[in-house]
């Protein structure tokens, strides 16, 4: 699975991120995870809010952050 977190350093981008690598820790998933902090890399997923999450090249979540249980729900 490739996960992208898009965000440029804000404290939400920050807090997605951890969040995502505790719950593919936890869930046991084969992840590679990566941080995007370039605006113009976070625009070609058409991003206009961050914080985001893109998950095998599909925008999961945009503008905001989910609950712990809500996003192990989409990963797995």
């Known amino acids: 699975m490739d996960i992208k977190v898009l ?11 951890k969040l995502t690598r ?3 820790e936890e ?4 992840a590679n995870i990566t941080k995007v902090e370039d605006i ?3 625009m070609q ?4 809010k ?3 999450l893109v998950v095998d090249g599909k925008v ?4 905001t952050l989910p609950s712990y249980d809500a996003l ?3 990963l797995s």
């Open 40 to 42: 113009m890399d976070i």
């Open 60 to 63: 999961l979540i945009k503008g």
């Open 27 to 30: 869930l046991g998933i084969d």
């Open 7 to 17: 965000g440029t350093g804000c404290p939400k981008c920050k807090t997605l991120e």
């Open 22 to 24: 505790d719950a593919v």
């Open 50 to 52: 961050t914080p985001a």
């Open 45 to 48: 997923y058409n991003v206009a």
């Open 72 to 74: 192990k729900k989409m």
